[in-house]
């Protein structure tokens, strides 16, 4: 997936936390069109999303404060556009 034709939020996503983790692995997907019609969903997409993202700033930290670090990384997001955001956030190694 070609992250150029992607929308503006995917963008800021996949920019705010490449930026914040540095990580060795990172995918987002716009999975808003399996949402279509239900409350949350807007026009156009770009309103829920699953992230997987795996980089050595979560080695030996809770999978609880994993997901609140990602969670901060894209506060503006939630806080507007994204209506739900699924995160599997992993360190080095750990199998998704």
Do not use: C, W
């Amino acid at each position: 997936m070609n992250i150029d034709t992607m929308g503006a939020i995917f963008e800021a996503i996949h920019h705010k936390l490449d930026a914040a983790f540095s990580p060795t692995r990172l995918e987002v997907v716009d999975d808003s069109d399996r949402h279509a019609g239900h409350s949350g969903a807007r026009e156009g997409g770009e309103s829920h999303f699953n992230v997987l993202i795996e980089s050595a700033a979560f080695a030996g930290v809770s999978k609880v404060v994993r997901q609140r670090l990602v969670y901060k990384a894209l506060a503006d997001e939630l806080a507007g556009p994204v209506h739900a955001l699924s995160v599997k956030a992993l360190a080095p190694g750990e199998a998704a």
